[in-house]
Nanobody, 123 residues
Framework: QVQLEESGGGLVQAGGSLRVSCAASGRAFSNSAMGWFRQAPGKEREFVAS????????YYGDSVKGRFTISRDNSKNMMYLEMRNLKPEDTAVYYC????????????????WGQGTRVTVSP
């Protein structure tokens, strides 16, 4: 069982940076692949990035590749998403997710979800 809680969202101007965090509880965290997804108003939830249980492998969606960096600290049960050069189209609610298996990129692959944190990028 893994419980997840996101934080760090807010309002930022285009071109700016922001880091969102995901705090996890439960002993299974260090064995879980983790991911970030986002959902903009009126749109489906979209894959952003994922990271293996060890942090050794990462994968990014095309729209954020080169601008976002996913990382995790298993000693603190934390996962992070560092976002740089933000664009208005990055505006969305950002969700962290976990699965007790290998790295994955679709919403159906993840069993555990947080409540989300809102990121708004102004032009």
């Amino acid at each position: 069982q893994v419980q997840l809680e996101e934080s760090g969202g807010g309002l930022v101007q285009a071109g700016g940076s922001l880091r969102v965090s995901c705090a996890a509880s439960g002993r299974a965290f260090s064995n879980s692949a983790m991911g970030w997804f986002r959902q903009a108003p009126g749109k489906e939830r979209e894959f952003v990035a994922s990271i293996s249980w060890s942090g050794g492998r990462t994968y990014y969606g095309d729209s954020v590749k080169g601008r976002f960096t996913i990382s995790r600290d298993n000693s603190k049960n934390m996962m992070y998403l560092e976002m740089r050069n933000l664009k208005p189209e990055d505006t969305a609610v950002y969700y962290c997710a976990a699965r007790l298996s290998s790295l994955a990129t679709t919403t159906d692959d993840y069993r555990y979800w947080g409540q989300g944190t809102r990121v708004t990028v102004s032009p």
